[in-house]
């Protein structure tokens, strides 16, 4: 695991929380110390043992993201719904 990319401090492991893990695949969600930003990693784990990571900033925190991952997934006729009712007013 690399270091925060806006400040460049070190990532401790109670700065982690598994998202979410699928077969040899892992998401973590981490909030830096330092700058109080927030990233997404993914790990997965190939054959051989190599593991690859991506990360990717984001404005969610632990909670945004529990919220919103448990919430109901909007479809394209709720924006649709949505956009009827806008128009109406």
Avoid: W
């Amino acid at each position: 695991m690399g270091p925060c990319p806006i400040c460049n401090s070190r990532f401790n492991e109670a700065d982690l929380e598994i998202v979410s893990q699928a077969g040899n695949v892992s998401l973590f969600h981490a909030d830096c110390i330092s700058c109080k930003s927030s990233v997404f990693m993914t790990f997965v784990k190939g054959e051989a043992g190599m593991v690859t990571n991506v990360g990717i900033l984001t404005d969610l925190t632990k909670k945004d993201f529990r919220t919103f991952n448990n919430s109901k997934v909007i479809t394209a006729e709720d924006i649709l719904e949505l956009h009827k009712a806008l128009k109406r007013k």
